[in-house]
Antibody, heavy 118, light 110 residues
């Protein structure tokens, strides 16, 4: 079955760091563009970051210099290293796969919750 | 503040049709594909429409999409109570090198 499973969320103090993981099954992460999308409670979807098949990386302005996206063949996973966390980073974080034949996010994980609070 | 503009809410009775608009600019909708997603609160988004007007396998043809210039529209016909959800449009922005989503439209079935 093709799926994505996020993990690594939790409670972090402002200024702290955390790494989110997104484990893929049924396909190889290196063969697809995969992105992170977040959603604060009661708010809409916000694109955060993405990594292309060729390794190019993209970030929304609000996380540039603080977040780093990466992937690992051995674990077939995507990661989001988040540093200098702020209260407004609090959200559910989803990873989502871009189907190249659709130019859209066709597979989404269930999400992992990050809370930044003292 | 979203660069893609959607109405906050729409409503209609079962069996009727609704349309949800999504307005952008030449750097996003105008020159890139639009996709639409359905999200029931507490669950992950689900792809409804890709490449402006195509439906993935398993999506009823009651859901359709269109694009004209820098605007796109999602239409839902034969409304069912199960269609009550939030709907988001999305498009890549070539100038920002970022994916953009609209703020979402809440569909209420009366």
């Amino acid at each position: 079955e093709v799926q994505l499973v996020e993990s690594g969320g939790g409670l972090v103090q402002p200024g702290g760091s955390l790494r989110l993981s997104c484990a893929a099954s049924g396909f190889t992460v290196s063969g697809y563009d995969i992105h992170w999308v977040r959603q604060a409670t009661g708010k809409g979807l916000e694109w955060v970051s993405g990594i292309g098949r060729g390794g190019d990386k993209y970030y929304v302005d609000s996380v540039k210099g603080r977040f780093t996206v990466s992937r690992e063949k051995a674990t077939n996973s995507l990661y989001l290293q988040m540093n200098s966390l702020r209260a407004d980073d609090t959200a559910v974080y989803f990873c989502a796969r871009v189907n190249p034949g659709m130019s859209a996010f066709d597979i989404w994980g269930q999400g992992t919750v990050l809370t930044v609070s003292s | 503040q979203s660069v893609l503009t959607q109405p906050p809410s729409v409503s209609a009775a079962p069996g009727q049709k609704v349309t949800i608009s999504c307005s952008g600019s030449s750097s996003n909708i105008g020159n890139n594909y639009v996709s639409w997603y359905q999200q029931v609160p507490g669950t992950a988004p689900k792809l409804l429409i890709y490449e402006n007007n195509k439906g993935p396998s398993g999506i009823p043809d009651r859901f359709s999409g269109s694009k004209s210039g820098t605007s796109a529209t999602l239409s839902i016909s034969g409304l069912q109570t199960g269609d009550e959800a939030d709907y988001y449009c999305g498009a890549w922005d070539s100038s920002l090198s970022s994916m953009l989503f609209g703020a979402g439209t809440k569909l209420t079935i009366l």
